[in-house]
């Protein structure tokens, strides 16, 4: 077993030549490597071992986990997210604070991103990420984002950037739902940290305040739920947000003809279930779902898979 193997340089050639040598001879032997990179920002990973891997992607620590090591509650979760190093750091947010923006955040630009690809414009791509963080769980246009960054180039820029940072585990931008992928392709982003951590650290909140302004508290619980279906995402299965004409669903999973439709509902923001009726005329969802007020808890909903979600009818 190889940890932090993205700190070797050229791992891949070294791990091929070697695997190929076991298989000639008839070794039994089986290698694990490891690493905080996620697998394909490893250079040269997929040309040289294509064919040889299997992944196993180990994604931020789900309420479950968290529960289980620290005994937090779901508002402790919700806030201070899934870094299980952080969780020693709560009583002091301050200190905690520090940890997920510089310990965090920064190690993983530069180490997980920075040193692994070619990025132009790195103060750019930092600036993208305090921008999503800011705006998670809001749908931002390209051209908008354009205009509050500075050097900003262009828009493939920015797309490519915050493919970028979802491979690196921080910020996703969900795409339009469209029977049509162009159109996918085309539209606007959801913003969406893939840790709760993200927003709440860059956001000046403390605990309290962020629980007592009911709007930011409404936007962390949505950003939960899109991240708990992003990070547990099986193969084959995309997710989407939908928007048209002022109407409005959270999330839409989508893997072949099946669709589930997903509004999130904390009892702290504006109502946007009449998106769902709208969106089930249109495309005839296999699911829809609400989490939260008058529908499944919110706990229970971050307990199971997006497969479960979406592969139960109901």
């Not at 490891?34 to 064919?51: C, I, N």
């Not at 979802?166 to 085309?186: D, E, I, M, Q, V």
């Not at 606007?188 to 605990?207: D, E, I, Q, R, W």
């Not at 904390?266 to 529908?295: I, K, W």
Request: aromatic share 10%; proline share 4%; net charge neutral.
């Amino acid at each position: 077993m190889l940890d932090e193997i993205q700190d070797v340089p050229d791992w891949s050639r070294t791990v091929k030549g070697l695997w190929d040598q076991d298989q000639a001879t008839g070794c039994p032997l089986r290698v694990v490597v490891m690493g905080s990179a996620p697998l394909q920002l490893l250079v040269g990973l997929g040309e040289r071992l294509v064919g040889r891997f299997l992944p196993f992607p180990v994604s931020h620590w789900s309420l479950a986990e968290m529960v289980g090591a620290f005994d937090c509650s779901m508002d402790q979760y919700l806030f201070f997210g899934g870094y299980p190093a952080g969780a020693e750091r709560w009583d002091d947010e301050d200190d905690w604070r520090s940890y997920i923006e510089d310990g965090i955040v920064q190690r993983n630009v530069e180490r997980d991103i920075l040193s692994l690809t070619r990025v132009d414009k790195p103060a750019l791509l930092s600036s993208l990420l305090d921008l999503g963080s800011s705006y998670s769980g809001q749908i931002l246009s390209y051209n908008k984002m354009l205009g509050q960054l500075q050097d900003a180039g262009n828009t493939t820029t920015l797309a490519r950037y915050l493919t970028l940072l979802s491979g690196a585990g921080l910020l996703a931008g969900l795409g339009n739902y469209s029977a049509k992928t162009h159109r996918r392709r085309a539209s606007s982003p959801k913003l969406n940290v893939l840790n709760t951590s993200l927003m709440t650290a860059s956001s000046g909140y403390t605990f309290d305040e962020a629980r007592a302004d009911r709007s930011f508290w409404g936007r962390i619980v949505e950003s939960a739920v899109g991240a708990h279906l992003h990070n547990t995402l099986a193969p084959g299965v995309k997710l989407y947000y939908w928007r048209r004409n002022g109407l409005e669903v959270d999330f839409v999973l989508a893997r072949g003809p099946r669709l589930t439709a997903i509004e999130v509902k904390s009892g702290l923001r504006r109502g946007a279930v009449s998106g769902m009726g709208e969106f089930t005329r249109r495309f005839n969802p296999t699911r829809t779902e609400v989490v939260g007020t008058g529908g499944v808890a919110l706990h229970e909903f971050l307990s199971e898979p997006a497969s479960y979600w979406l592969e139960k009818e109901r």
